[in-house]
């Protein structure tokens, strides 16, 4: 029976081990900068080569994946990114990996001086780490457990951990889990370092009950399972599967670098990458229904430090009223010296010559004192005596010993009850200083959520929206790479038989494709295109008036190179005729409709004049392309990453317009 599946809140062993895989891009990139568009996220971006810009989200404690969408982030960095950027940007990634098996990744960052590591905690509130040579130079989070702490300077040692899946042999991993007084699923999740989503698996893969202890099972039961755990690790490191999974009704709910058997009863979508389906489930867009969800976290925090504070509370005014007793307590028996010394002489005399019998038969007093109880068990008496009001006290003293030093063991245990309120005191100030960010953070989330709810709905999405598209004047679609991989994509997965490819040799330009209708591809569609693949190249950033781009037909793209060269991704060889189009370098920005959705559409002059009402047209000029997207999002109602997304490579001058508010339009160059 399938098991309930809660939507994805962290990352495990295993999605780590696939993310170090997939990070493997970036290794001899080079680091860049670091962000922080929110306190819980951390932005780190990198230069991959052949790539480009590549960045890697990391939500504290909850998700790391490589990210495509926009963050707005502050204008001002925070401390902790600015340092990060002084210390490493620039550096050569050196390393990507996963600690053990633990949930840690480390990137390696060599610089002159030395090489640096940003490891990545991803478990509990999650941290941020920059050290070097065993160091910590830079923590996001400061922090302290009895065994290591972190913060600035202080040795980096990684927190204990359970046994290594990746390294350990089948005897080893064997040994751990008969070792254990647990049920099987609660072993495999602690002490076989898998955690309780593939703890699951593993039983369900290999039929072994969840509630079955590991030493009713035979030998071969434990081998088989400890197999399992390597096969399933084997295929992560070596041929990984992602899948974003979807509840009901469609929507995302987790995601693994395997399909997995107790989710069979959901649907599991296959992905490129376990980053593309973390950016669905945590990006920006779905911030809304994890920050009501994060409200709900920081309200059981709010509640469960709230009773921390009044169980310190309680312990102090405990501790204080036990001082108290004690203190008094000392300062009676100096207060009734003599005859309390007179009832420990007796006692003793009592007890040295017959034991405790004559002691609990004969009442033993002097003055206001008298012995109220003996304690064998304790080698003690206890004495009854008034205070000044007349108020009875019962203490317990060491009848072998005299009034002075039981007097003292008194006013001892009032000093250590007086050091515990010091302790308790500064735990409770922390505590509530804890109470006051936490207060705070639920602030922030409340206006996180209502300035994302009172942001634009994104417009409907179609395939096509990975890529750079426009549609022609002709209603021909037209569809190009934004970076090396998706021109890679464009041409492999897209390109048919009646097609027109467009590219130029301008640097960085697009590798474009002309869907036929009928087979038919006209003059105009290849003019627009032509424009297309010129305008978002290299040609813009160089202010470069006109470009020249080619066409060809499918048979003539192959990914099969001379004999000696080498293609890397995204280039492809031309062979035959190149039917060449000279095109001014300019682009038009409006609002279109396609199949009865509104969406913004970024392309040739000519095509978006055709399907547009409201529209700008653009080319190279001296004016940062940032302001036009945010005005441009308010104008047209939709999201300014939709904006950002078909805006061109540089910075920009608008030609003209139209449909649009002028005046709206006039700030862009104030």
Excluded at 32 to 52: I, M, N, T, W
Excluded at 192 to 199: E, Q
Excluded at 501 to 522: C, F, L, T
Aim: hydrophobic share 30%; proline share 6%; net charge negative.
């Amino acid at each position: 029976m399938p098991s309930v599946t809660n939507r994805k809140r962290e990352m495990s062993g295993f999605d780590l081990l696939c993310l170090e895989r997939e990070f493997q891009t970036l290794v001899d990139g080079n680091f860049d900068k670091c962000y922080q568009p929110s306190r819980d996220e951390v932005l780190l971006s990198f230069r991959a080569p052949g790539e480009g810009r590549y960045d890697v989200a990391i939500g504290l404690g909850r998700y790391i994946t490589h990210t495509t969408r926009s963050r707005d982030n502050p204008k001002q960095p925070p401390e902790f990114s600015k340092q990060v950027r002084e210390f490493i940007a620039g550096g050569r990634v050196l390393d990507v990996q996963q600690h053990e098996f633990d949930r840690i990744l480390e990137f390696t960052v060599g610089k002159r001086d030395g090489e640096y590591k940003i490891i990545v905690q991803s478990f509990h509130d999650g941290n941020v780490i920059l050290a070097k040579d065993d160091e910590i130079v830079l923590p996001l989070i400061h922090t302290e457990w009895a065994e290591r702490e972190i913060r600035p300077n202080a040795e980096w040692r990684y927190p204990p951990s359970e046994i290594n899946p990746r390294t350990a042999t089948e005897p080893q991993y064997i040994e751990v889990l008969r070792d254990s007084d647990s049920d099987m699923v609660r072993t495999l999740s602690s002490l076989g370092n898998l955690g309780p989503v593939y703890a699951e698996e593993v039983c369900e893969r290999t039929g072994v009950p969840k509630t079955a202890e590991p030493d009713e099972l035979s030998s071969d039961d434990l081998a088989t399972v400890t197999r399992e755990v390597m096969d399933m690790i084997d295929q992560v490191v070596e041929d990984p599967e992602p899948v974003l999974v979807r509840d009901e009704d469609g929507e995302p709910l987790t995601a693994t670098p395997l399909p997995l058997e107790i989710h069979s009863h959901l649907e599991q979508e296959r992905v490129e990458t376990l980053s593309a389906a973390h950016d669905e489930l945590f990006g920006p867009h779905v911030e809304e229904g994890i920050g009501d969800q994060r409200l709900d976290e920081v309200e059981e925090m709010k509640q469960r430090l709230e009773r921390q504070i009044e169980d310190i509370g309680d312990r102090i005014r405990g501790f204080a009223e036990q001082e108290e007793i004690s203190q008094d307590h000392g300062d009676l028996l100096y207060a009734h010296f003599q005859d309390v010394e007179a009832v420990l002489e007796h006692t003793r005399e009592l007890h040295d010559e017959e034991g405790w019998g004559p002691v609990f038969e004969e009442d033993i007093e002097s003055g206001n004192v008298r012995l109220s109880q003996p304690k064998p068990e304790n080698g003690a008496i206890v004495l009854a005596m008034p205070d000044r009001e007349g108020t009875m006290h019962e203490i317990e003293v060491d009848f072998q010993d005299n009034v002075g030093r039981n007097a003292e063991r008194l006013y001892e245990e009032a000093k250590e009850l007086r050091e515990k309120q010091d302790g308790a005191r500064k735990a409770l100030a922390e505590t509530k200083q804890r109470l006051t960010e936490v207060e705070e953070r639920g602030e922030e989330i409340v206006e996180e959520l209502e300035a994302k709810r009172a942001e634009p709905e994104p417009t409907q999405q179609f395939w096509f929206d990975k890529f750079r598209w426009t549609k022609a004047s002709t209603g021909h679609l037209v569809v190009g790479g934004r970076d090396a991989k998706s021109n890679e994509k464009v041409v492999k997965k897209h390109l048919e038989n009646d097609d027109r490819y467009v590219h130029s040799s301008e640097p960085g330009a697009p590798s474009v494709v002309i869907k036929a209708e009928d087979g038919d591809v006209p003059e105009e569609a290849l003019t627009e295109a032509a424009q297309f693949a010129v305008s978002y190249s290299k040609a813009w950033t160089n202010k470069v008036g006109r470009g020249t781009a080619y066409w060809v037909t499918p048979p003539q793209v192959s990914k099969t190179p001379e004999s000696g060269e080498y293609l890397p991704t995204g280039s492809f060889m031309i062979r035959g005729t190149r039917n060449h189009i000279r095109a001014p370098v300019q682009i038009g920005v409006g609002r279109v409709r396609h199949d009865g959705h509104l969406k913004i559409m970024g392309g040739p002059v000519a095509s978006v004049e055709h399907h547009s009402e409201s529209y700008l047209v653009l080319e190279p000029g001296n004016t940062r392309p940032g302001k036009l997207a945010s005005i441009l999002s308010e104008l047209f109602d939709v999201p300014v990453e939709e904006i950002q997304r078909v805006l061109p490579p540089g910075d920009l001058r608008i030609v003209r317009s139209k449909g649009i508010n002028e005046q709206a339009l006039s700030e862009v160059d104030q």
